[in-house]
């Protein structure tokens, strides 16, 4: 058992030489195994499918901006300058309730 052991293991040295040619054997290996691979660029379909879909999200974005704008439109002016107090304050509140970021860093729990 052990001459087998002993055979392989100096069946596994290589001079300074063969080790150059075993890597340059590797790398020829690996580059043609990448390039010979599947790529991840296949078809144009989920592509496709992706810009359909933003154009979509952009549309419907531009018809709710659309409507906002002409709800604030319809607003008295009374009711307009409420609405940018009412944003304001709204800004205000949730900048005071805003956790530290040493907190959010590095204290996760939730509040």
Not at 16 to 30: D, T
Request: charged share 30%; net charge positive.
């Amino acid at each position: 058992m052990h001459t087998s052991f002993y055979i392989c293991c100096s069946c596994m040295q290589f001079s300074a030489k063969n080790k150059k040619i075993l890597r340059a054997v590797l790398v020829i290996v690996l580059l043609l195994a990448m390039s010979v691979g599947p790529s991840c660029r296949g078809s144009k379909g989920p592509r496709n499918a992706y810009k359909s879909q933003k154009i979509a999200v952009k549309e419907s974005n531009k018809e709710h901006e659309e409507m906002l704008k002409t709800h604030y439109d319809r607003q008295t002016d009374a009711t307009k300058q409420m609405m940018k107090d009412m944003k304001k304050e709204n800004k205000r509140i949730k900048k005071s309730k805003k956790r530290s970021l040493w907190d959010r860093l590095f204290n996760n729990k939730c509040k």
